[in-house]
């Protein structure tokens, strides 16, 4: 119904831009989490770009949803172009939407496991456990989305279009 309204094209420039927005977020959020560091205030004109904390459980889950969006990036500008063959669609949308799902679920799972102090816990009067708790169930919804939004490689044909489009709103909300 609302597709026929400015047709495909523009559904996909609009998630597109909807994905730069995201990426900015989760670079402010990774950037947030290396300045957090110990020592990361010391000298400020010594700060990098990028750094590498392999000991952190913050910059690994702030690294991991960074990386995410950008397969999100690839996905939606791809998807853009109407005319993709069935295994263009599948190789360059599909995939990469995929791949940036499992990352969602894995920078949420190292996310929750930071703020819960283990696998478990019931702290219902933290804001960060809802927080944390509510970008683990949209990391779900993105899941169920790059699931149901499965391409052929052979017909080009989506598994469930709204079921997809489901997932990636409450997914897009949840964040």
């Known amino acids: 119904v609302v597709l ?5 094209r523009w ?12 990426t900015s977020a989760a670079f402010l959020t990774y950037r947030e989490a290396v300045d957090a560091a110990a020592g990361a205030q010391d000298n400020p004109a010594h700060r990098r770009f990028f750094v590498y904390q392999p000991r ?7 690294a991991v949803q960074l990386a995410g ?11 853009v172009h109407t005319d993709l063959t069935a295994q263009a669609a599948h190789q360059h949308v599909w995939r990469p939407d995929a791949i940036g799902s499992a990352c969602f679920l894995v920078a949420s799972a190292l996310a929750w ?18 927080i944390t708790l509510i970008n683990l169930l949209g990391s779900v919804a993105f899941g169920v989305s790059a699931v149901a939004g499965y391409i052929s490689p052979v017909t080009g044909q989506l598994r469930n279009a709204e079921r997809a ?4 709103l409450i997914g897009a909300v949840c964040f």
């Open 4 to 8: 026929g309204a400015v047709g495909a």
């Open 11 to 22: 559904d996909a420039v609009t998630y597109f831009i909807g994905s730069l927005f995201f």
């Open 56 to 62: 952190r459980i913050d910059w690994w889950a702030t």
């Open 69 to 79: 969006t950008l397969y999100f990036n690839v996905s939606t500008g791809v998807a």
């Open 113 to 130: 496991y930071e703020v819960c102090h283990g696998w478990t816990a019931w702290r219902p009067r933290s804001w960060s456990w809802w």
């Open 165 to 168: 489009n489901l997932g990636t």
